[in-house]
């Protein structure tokens, strides 16, 4: 018996399949510099593309004259609306139902926007002609402050759909108003706020930020005239989707569009929309016949190519004397900027924004989302969350904490008492949704435990003493946050693109010695897929996960997928893999019974081998039964071994966690210390445990950022503050806190492994927690509600504010 064990622990080992922290096979070269980027490509007779960008927020462009920048030696075309128009592309459709300038045309509605595009020899020239080109401006009024957007007297923006007062979403109740949005039971709602002992309403500000991948986005067009073929290299989260709208919008066939993404270096969100930067490549290439490459500086990424957040959320909650929450009412005046381009389903204007009630069991709730235009940039992208639900959990959590501190109530205290519990998953919330399953009470025990909260609530109160007595001028503030996240897009019955349900997909195919290639609808930015699918495979498959090669990005060969965003490549793809291994494993059953001439129902499976039921050593290994699937079939079963897969979710996954913050401020010069940070994540089913704490250590350093300092600013005139990394925070491993990690395990009950999402789960639950640290820190002195971001500036400004500096 001890012989056989050591055997079975042997050959499970040897597989390196689920659980287990193999090492990521991708940094073999990443870390070596052997990566291959889309600006690594050098194609044969390749131009270059490059942008000239409006300098004003808001302008009339009276004229263009490109004469001088054609002149300049080097120089092949320059692009204008004026050339796109009669091809019908100086607009294109937005994946949220709008249509966004390519070219400018008659108006410049965000500044930096693009007006022209200039080809050269290479990316010198077309830069230098950029600024040759002539263009002749009318300035005109802007908005940049989104509650100006629909006062009466409001320049009007969006001037080409000043007349379509019917949107995507619905009425339209002025020029600049985009959609209003609504969920939930707004009388229900109304009444229970009416009668509640105690209720609380603050404006919380999820100010503008920006994703930023270390590559930016870039694309390389090459359009063969005589084939009528066009392959298309980009940094694309969702590949497919983008080869559906080149052909939409092309009219290219869609299986002469050839979209390849290959190594991509960060995504974070900011790479699933389609650009104009894309378009003018494929345009220039169609036009020239010959390649053309477009690569972003950093400039123009945080100025251009999306945006996130700008989420005003008046946020109330109601309950009783003791702490029971009663109801919920949120009202969200969201800032798109200049065209409505979020990468959101469909279905949903707001994303997900209605996972607002939180981990917490909320009877009645109303949400109200009014979108409007401004003179910024255009994007809205899921910077690193499910579609808006960094924002929704923001909400939630710093709501809680305003609640907890009227009522006087230690904020943990007032979470316990309202988690769902254990028994009522699976959860239907007041706001329309099915968590599928959770254990909370569990989670922030452990995590109180883990930090031993009640000694850190003491020490707290004897600084905060010792501050009274003018002994100390530094703060200590506790952040709590308890986040349920929702992940996994979608069901078909929720979730779409462009009316493309958001199935996920995997084919794998077995060699004939039992190697495999996997091809998966996703495309991994850093995440480490080549690495993990294979886990999955081999788990399911008995084979070593060494032997199994993991592709994505290539629409030629990978079944048709949705992408990569929202953390749904394990929810999806990954239960597409198991499903598509699962068929493959039926198949070999049959023929492994028929090896071993046994009826297939006398074999079991056994870590990497069927084996005859009470006969150990009778056995057939996937490699042997891989070998006779292409070499001696059973009669009547067709030869091979590969399967596919396409797989609709039957609900999303609810991924969890308990975030705790010790942080220490020092109020003369509003420099903020994080000295613990601990994070406990639950993802059901964890494929691979290393991979798993990198994602989360990388999410909660985002979270850092946009909490404590990156921001996406405008001045009146509508100038964007913060478009370089000399103004825009990016933590460094210097700025960066020290994370502690845990877990535990609460599997899905509807995926096939028990697997969640947890890639975005750290971001969500890492900015409410470092939020709420930094206003518990001031909670004592009365503070109100502090915005973000937290850097030391405006943290000085409090202390200013509050008479504390003497
Ligand atoms: N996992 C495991 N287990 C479990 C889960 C998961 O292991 N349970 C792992 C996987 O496999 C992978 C990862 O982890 O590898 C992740 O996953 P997920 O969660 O599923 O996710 P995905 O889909 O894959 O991804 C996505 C995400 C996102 S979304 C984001 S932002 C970010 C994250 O991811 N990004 C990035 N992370 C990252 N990392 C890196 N490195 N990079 C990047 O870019 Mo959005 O919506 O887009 O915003």
């Not at 971001?763 to 927690?769: E, I, K, Y």
Request: proline fraction near 5%; include cysteine; charged fraction near 25%.
């Amino acid at each position: 018996q001890v012989k056989i064990d050591t055997d079975r622990a042997e050959r499970t080992e040897k597989l390196q399949g689920m659980g287990c922290k193999r090492k990521r096979v991708e940094d073999i070269r990443f870390t070596q510099g052997k990566g291959s980027y889309v600006d690594d490509l050098k194609l044969p007779g390749m131009l270059f593309g490059d942008f000239v960008r409006s300098p004003h927020a808001h302008a009339r462009i009276v004229s263009i004259d490109t004469s001088r920048a054609k002149a300049l030696p080097g120089v092949i075309a320059v692009l204008t609306a004026a050339d796109l128009k009669p091809l019908g592309l100086h607009y294109m459709p937005t994946l949220a139902g709008d249509v966004q300038a390519v070219l400018a045309e008659e108006k410049v509605l965000f500044q930096n926007q693009e007006v022209a595009f200039v080809i050269a020899e290479d990316r010198y020239i077309a830069s230098d002609a950029t600024e040759l080109v002539d263009v002749v401006y009318e300035a005109l009024p802007c908005i940049v402050d989104p509650f100006k957007s629909m006062l009466p007297d409001a320049p009007i923006l969006r001037e080409d759909i000043q007349d379509k007062m019917v949107g995507a979403h619905g009425p339209r109740k002025h020029p600049n108003h985009i959609f209003e949005w609504q969920i939930g039971d707004k009388q229900a709602t109304d009444d229970v706020f009416a009668k509640a002992d105690v209720t609380i309403k603050e404006m919380l500000v999820d100010h503008r930020t920006h994703p930023s991948p270390l590559e930016t986005c870039q694309s390389v067009a090459s359009f063969d005239k005589v084939k009528g073929e066009l392959t298309l290299w980009g940094t694309f989260q969702a590949p497919h989707v983008i080869r559906t709208v080149v052909s939409l919008i092309s009219g290219l066939p869609e299986h002469k569009i050839h979209v390849i993404a290959p190594d991509i270096g960060g995504g974070f969100g900011n790479k699933v929309g389609a650009y104009a930067g894309y378009v003018c490549s494929v345009v220039g290439s169609i036009v020239l016949g010959v390649p053309v490459k477009w690569v972003e500086d950093r400039m123009e990424n945080l100025s251009t190519t999306s945006f996130a957040r700008d989420y005003h959320m008046t946020t109330e909650l109601a309950a009783t004397k003791d702490g029971k929450i009663l109801g919920m009412r949120v009202h969200v005046l969201a800032d798109h900027g200049a065209f409505d381009a979020c990468a959101d389903p469909s279905k949903w204007p707001a994303g997900f924004m209605n996972i607002c009630t939180g981990s917490y069991d909320i009877p009645v709730a109303h949400l109200l989302v009014d979108g409007v235009y401004t003179n910024k940039a255009s994007g809205g992208v899921a910077y690193r969350c499910s579609f808006r639900v960094t924002e929704a959990v923001f909400a939630i959590e710093r709501a809680i904490e305003v609640l907890a501190q009227k009522l006087g109530m230690d904020a943990a205290e007032l979470r316990i008492k309202n988690f769902i519990k254990a028994e009522q998953f699976p959860y239907h919330s007041a706001l329309g949704w099915e968590y599928d399953s959770g254990d909370y009470h569990t989670a922030m025990k452990k995590a109180m435990d883990a930090i031993d909260y009640k000694a850190l609530r003491a020490e707290q109160a004897e600084k905060r003493e010792a501050f009274k007595r003018g002994e100390t001028r530094e703060l200590m503030g506790i952040g709590i946050s308890f986040f349920t996240e929702i992940v996994g897009a979608g069901p078909a019955k929720n979730c779409d693109i462009l009316g493309i349900a958001m199935f996920d997909s995997a084919e794998i195919r077995i060699h004939p010695t039992g190697s495999v290639i996997a091809r998966m609808g996703t495309k991994s930015q850093g995440q480490g897929h080549e690495t993990t699918y294979a886990q999955i495979i081999a788990t399911e498959l008995g084979i070593p996960a060494d032997d199994i090669m993991i592709e994505e990005g290539n629409t030629d060969t990978a079944p048709y997928g949705l992408g990569t965003y929202g953390s749904r490549s394990t929810p999806v793809a990954g239960a597409a893999t198991a499903v598509a291994a699962r068929k493959i494993k039926a198949k070999a059953q049959m023929i492994a019974a028929h090896m071993l001439e046994v009826h297939e129902g006398d074999l079991e499976w056994d870590i990497d081998r069927f084996r005859v039921k009470g006969l150990p050593e009778k056995f057939k290994t996937m490699k042997e039964i891989a070998w006779s699937a292409y070499n001696a079939p059973p009669p009547n079963l067709e030869p091979g071994l590969e399967a596919v897969n396409y797989y609709e979710p039957p609900n999303m996954t609810y991924p969890f966690g308990a975030y705790f913050c010790v942080m220490d401020i020092d109020v003369d010069t509003g420099v903020a210390k994080t000295r613990r940070f601990y994070a406990l994540d639950d993802c059901g089913t964890r494929i691979n445990p290393m991979i798993i704490e990198g994602q989360v250590h990388g999410g909660l350093t985002e979270a850092f950022a946009c909490a404590m300092g990156q921001e996406i600013r405008y001045d009146e005139m509508g100038n964007v503050m913060g478009a370089s990394f000399m103004d825009f925070f990016l933590p460094t491993a210097v700025e960066t806190p020290k994370w502690e990690t845990d877990f535990t395990v609460t599997p899905s009950p509807h995926h096939p492994i028990g697997a969640k999402g947890v890639g975005e789960s750290p971001h969500v639950g890492g900015v409410p927690c470092f939020s709420n640290a930094v206003n518990d820190a001031y909670a004592f002195l009365d503070a109100g509600h502090i915005q973000m971001p937290h850097d030391a500036w405006r943290l000085w400004q409090v202390g200013e504010r509050l008479g504390l500096h003497g």
